[in-house]
């Protein structure tokens, strides 16, 4: 796959080079091509969707796929989310795990190395991020980072260790920091940077890989991280309660719980698929069946911008 990848990459670039030769846009209209990030911890390969019109001063979403083949199930090219990027306005990146890092696809968020600063995968994802950043003119306040399953693993371990980098973050399915319990271990990972982060969840009811224990779990132990940087900032009940609909195809209730902050934001908040198990989450984060989630789950990270240190909103 990194071969493919790597002479994809090669031919996007030709074809970008002989565009700006030509003096026609590359950014004209809305756009997916694949491009490869380097550092010491490795390579990863990458899809990006831009929208329409200039990329400069727009917002950046981060996901990360779950375990499976990308190329093969995830189909970014079709990868629904991308149609709310053009609606919403906002650059969609999509890295994908090496199959020689994991046989089975998986971003490796278990391992310690994978759980620090500036180490492992995380660096990958965090380099990633600041080139685009750096390369399109990104808007730096309001950066996000989402994932599913093993994506969501990883977004908690990265949401930790890079406070300073994403906004908010949406660790879907995903199990709590080096898999404790309790804020703490949270506000230790993220040091001098520790602040609220606000945090967006997707657990379906009858999960067997990534169990609603689990989820409520990772709830927990977020809205304990963030009260510890910012006391009393996020409350332990739910603020407000809804009932939601995935989107067309998909006839299963959901409930969102949401959790705003005296200040007047919502830091958290979390939705459960009641009719669903884990391969069902997937299709609600990732196709067309799952769209108005989807929309809901930008709405909730575009509302929120980098704050300054120790602050909620």
């Not at 990006?48 to 779950?66: A, D, I």
Request: net charge neutral; proline share 7%.
């Amino acid at each position: 796959m990194r071969n493919a990848a790597f002479r994809l990459c090669a031919v996007v670039g030709a074809v970008l080079i002989a565009a700006t030769l030509l003096g026609a846009s590359p950014r004209a209209q809305a756009r997916t091509d694949q491009r490869c990030y380097t550092n010491a911890a490795g390579t990863r390969c990458y899809y990006l969707h831009v929208p329409p019109g200039s990329s400069t001063g727009r917002p950046l979403m981060v996901y990360l796929h779950g375990c499976n083949d990308p190329l093969a199930d995830a189909r970014p090219t079709g990868f629904s989310l991308a149609r709310v990027a053009d609606e919403m306005g906002f650059v969609l990146a999509y890295p994908i795990q090496d199959q020689a890092a994991n046989k089975d696809v998986c971003w490796n968020w278990d391992k310690a190395e994978n759980r620090e600063r500036g180490r492992g995968e995380p660096s990958l994802i965090a380099g990633i991020t600041t080139n685009l950043i750096d390369q399109f003119g990104l808007d730096r306040s309001r950066v996000y980072l989402g994932g599913y399953s093993a994506g969501g693993a990883m977004t908690t371990n990265l949401g930790a260790t890079y406070p300073d980098l994403y906004a908010a973050i949406a660790p879907m399915a995903g199990a709590p920091y080096r898999t404790e319990l309790g804020g703490q271990v949270i506000i230790d990972a993220m040091g001098a940077r520790a602040r609220p982060m606000p945090t967006f969840f997707l657990q379906t009811l009858f999960d067997q890989i990534s169990n609603f224990v689990i989820g409520r779990a990772n709830l927990a132990q977020w809205r304990e991280a963030d009260n510890l940087a910012d006391p009393g900032s996020v409350p332990t009940v739910p603020t407000r309660l809804d009932v939601l609909v995935a989107g067309p195809g998909l006839p299963i209730p959901l409930t969102a719980e949401h959790y705003d902050s005296p200040r007047g934001c919502e830091l958290a908040q979390f939705t459960t698929p009641l009719l669903a198990e884990h391969a069902i989450g997937a299709r609600i984060v990732q196709d067309d069946v799952g769209i108005e989630v989807q929309r809901n789950l930008m709405r909730f990270l575009l509302a929120h911008r980098m704050p300054a240190p120790h602050r909620t909103c």
